[in-house]
């Protein structure tokens, strides 16, 4: 299997190199030549096997180039570190509509579906690459990715990962994960600005000949764990074959029947991921793309205009608080007719205008697959209590916002009986006060307080490893403006 630029690059690259270089030359992403399908028969195959065994056989499927065994066993022991022996639980909460949960790794977000395995697809993508220099890696988060990304990498032999994130764009309890993270290498560095002021500077330094020169002489080459790297993006897939075989298998649904799933999404590349099964023959009907009050993607997928030129809002659900959304620029390749040209033109169009639109013909192909919605802060509120109330289950706020996406599909469309699995993206008690607020009304000032008050109303446990960040040393405390991203870098590197 070769990847390709989104943009046009000549050079046809190795799933090794695609996932070591994170983004192509010519400022593209990286994406299959040609999608590889998973047959009936496959599938079927599928259904006795453990999530990791099913994580290998997707991931063989686009990375060939790396060995079966040791993806097997890369995937065997990413998935142990789950507080859950299975990593992507399915619950029903009522008849026709499941919740697959994909918070039970390191990080308590479902980040950790692929930052856990990254680390093992970067390095020995190295090895093959005969790559003998020290990988930098660079992350732009808007708050899981970072901590999920810092904990995967820790003392990992060979790499330092610097992490940027918006100064006052992510939660107490997300910071506080990240500032306080452990590891011989690692720097994480506050941005004033929100977090597409961090994703661009990055991105910036990808794109930049001079930095990548500069590194070079510092003895390191650059790579990412953001989802513009398809080492991010390729882990998300399995879970949704993961989730159609646990229905198919429990008897919740019969072979060939398709199901809808609704996504909360800021940087497209989880919702992305889903597309990307059902190219492969996962019978997927619908992908309902939930955002919050930064809905950009909403009123895309209704006008088939992108346009940044809006007021950026920051939400209870700030994984979400996105107005750049990276993946698309993947979705929209595929349904341009993989035109790299045009895709080029309109990324341009983008950085330049703050808009660009695609066809009229393009808006109906997309719109048969995808369409979106959104949530306000009342709205988010309204949704966790209801469920709450209605079911005892407890959700965290961005999960709240695909929740009431989900329930507006139902309302307007009364006689589907498409099942319809809703993704939760992370556990409550990353956002305990928000979520504490919209269960009991309550509102408390400090996030361990909202922690103890939210475990007394719900009973739901608490992961260790947000209870033991209370007692843990602040280690990052810098912030800088975002034009002064690469600074920090070679200051990073220079450093021991």
């Known amino acids: 299997m070769f990847f390709i630029s989104t943009r046009g690059e000549n050079a046809k690259v190795t ?7 994170g983004l192509a030359s010519d400022g593209g992403l990286y994406v299959p030549e040609s999608f590889p ?36 066993s890369a995937c065997e022991a990413a998935y142990a570190r789950f507080a859950s022996p299975d990593p992507a639980p399915l619950v029903k909460i009522d008849d026709g509509v499941y919740i697959l949960e994909l918070f039970h790794g390191p990080t308590c977000a479902f980040k950790d579906m692929a930052l856990t395995l990254l680390p093992y697809l970067l390095r020995t993508g190295c090895d093959m690459c005969g790559i003998k220099e020290k990988v930098l890696i660079l992350a732009a988060t808007s708050g899981d990715t970072g901590k999920a990304a810092l904990e995967g990498f820790k003392d990992a032999d060979g790499v330092k990962i610097l992490v940027f994130y918006p100064n006052d764009g992510v939660s107490k309890m997300q910071k506080l994960q990240m500032c306080t993270q452990d590891g011989s290498n690692v720097g994480v560095v506050a941005v004033k600005g929100n977090f597409d002021d961090c994703q661009t500077a990055v991105k910036s330094i990808f794109s930049s000949a001079e930095c990548a020169k500069r590194l070079k002489e510092a003895g390191y080459v650059l790579s990412s764990a953001n989802s513009i790297n398809f080492g991010r993006l390729a882990p998300q897939i399995v879970y949704y074959f993961s989730a ?27 919702i992305l991921a889903g597309y990307y099964a059902k190219r492969m023959g996962l019978p997927i009907r619908r992908l309902h793309c939930a955002s919050n009050l930064n809905n950009v993607l909403t009123d895309f997928f209704k006008t088939g205009t992108y346009d940044i030129r809006r007021e950026f809002y920051k939400t209870t659900a700030p ?18 007719g993989r035109n790299a040209a045009l895709t080029a033109q309109r990324m341009a169009e983008l950085a330049r205008d703050k808009h660009y639109s695609v066809t009229g013909a393009e808006l109906s192909k997309i719109g048969e697959v995808f369409d979106g919605g959104f949530a306000n802060e009342d709205e ?21 916002c695909a ?10 469309n009364k006689k589907d009986t498409t099942n319809m699995v809703v993704v939760a993206t992370a556990n409550p008690y990353k956002f305990p006060q928000d979520v504490l607020y919209a269960v009991t009304g309550n509102d408390v000032r400090d996030s361990f307080k909202g922690i103890k008050r939210l475990h007394a109303a719900t009973a739901m446990k608490v992961p260790a ?5 209370k007692d843990k040393p602040v280690r990052f405390n810098k912030t800088v403006s975002a034009d002064k991203l690469f600074d920090e870098v070679l200051t990073f590197v220079s450093e021991n």
């Open 37 to 72: 399908t998973v047959s009936a028969d496959e599938l079927r195959d599928m259904l006795q096997m453990s999530y990791p065994e099913r994580a290998a056989a997707i991931l063989h499927k686009f990375l060939d180039d790396y060995d079966m065994a040791g993806l097997l």
């Open 319 to 336: 994984s979400m608080d996105i107005l750049v959304s990276s993946n698309l620029e993947r979705m929209i390749f595929e349904f341009s």
């Open 465 to 469: 490893s947000l209870a033991s960040l």
């Open 244 to 270: 159609y075989l646990d229905l198919l298998s429990s008897g919740q649904i019969e072979e060939g029947a398709e199901i809808d799933f609704c996504v909360p999404t800021g940087n497209f590349g989880n």
């Open 15 to 21: 799933g090794a190199q695609a996932i070591v270089k």
């Open 380 to 400: 988010i509120v309204e949704t966790v209590y209801d469920v709450f109330c209605d079911t005892g289950y407890t959700m965290d706020t961005h999960t709240g």
């Open 403 to 412: 929740m009431k996406l989900a329930v507006d599909w139902f309302e307007k």
